[in-house]
């Protein structure tokens, strides 16, 4: 499994080398992080990397990577269960969390997804909402990195992940 952290994240959980990666043959085991700050209030933010299908935690307690990994992969874990893929987290997450390697960005479209959908939560984490109901929204949010053919220059999140799963690896 890859875990792509932004720079300020891996200060905050103590990595110190990032490597370069392509994407993960598994494109399900390939997950980009930021973290940032909603008033005094800490989130992470993860997202696939192919479809950037997202999720929000809390960034409080997360101080090394043992606890990120932990936190990540559990909060993975039941978003997927609550979005009804918990089959895809079991045959396709699961078996590459054996070995996870911190890396830096894909590339800068990656980059630039993550920077609009953390906008996107700034604006609704300020309405006081839970960080599980923020991952929801910024699911059905439109980007244009990943339109696929009939998006009209833009797709959601969801459908982006969607059409992984019914791919398959």
Not at 3 to 14: D, E, H, N, P
Not at 54 to 68: A, H, K, L, P
Not at 106 to 135: K, T
């Amino acid at each position: 499994m890859i875990i792509r952290l932004s720079q300020k994240l891996a200060k905050k959980i103590k990595v110190s080398k990032l490597v370069e990666k392509p994407l993960d043959e598994n494109q399900y085991a390939d997950w980009s992080a930021n973290v940032f700050n909603v008033g005094r209030t800490q989130y992470v933010i993860l997202c696939n990397t192919k479809s950037m299908y997202s999720c929000v935690m809390y960034g409080n307690g997360i101080t090394n990577d043992n606890t990120f990994i932990q936190r990540s992969l559990s909060l993975i874990r039941e978003f997927m269960e609550d979005d009804g893929k918990e089959s895809v987290y079991e045959q396709h997450i699961i078996p590459a969390t054996r070995s996870v390697t911190f890396a830096k960005s894909l590339n800068r479209s990656v980059i630039g997804s993550m920077n609009e959908l953390v906008m996107a939560a700034d604006a609704v984490l300020s309405d006081d909402v839970a960080p599980h109901s923020v991952g929801t929204f910024l699911n059905d949010f439109l980007l244009s990195a990943i339109a696929a053919d009939g998006d009209h220059g833009y797709g959601k999140p969801k459908d982006a992940f969607e059409r992984l799963t019914s791919v398959g690896t």
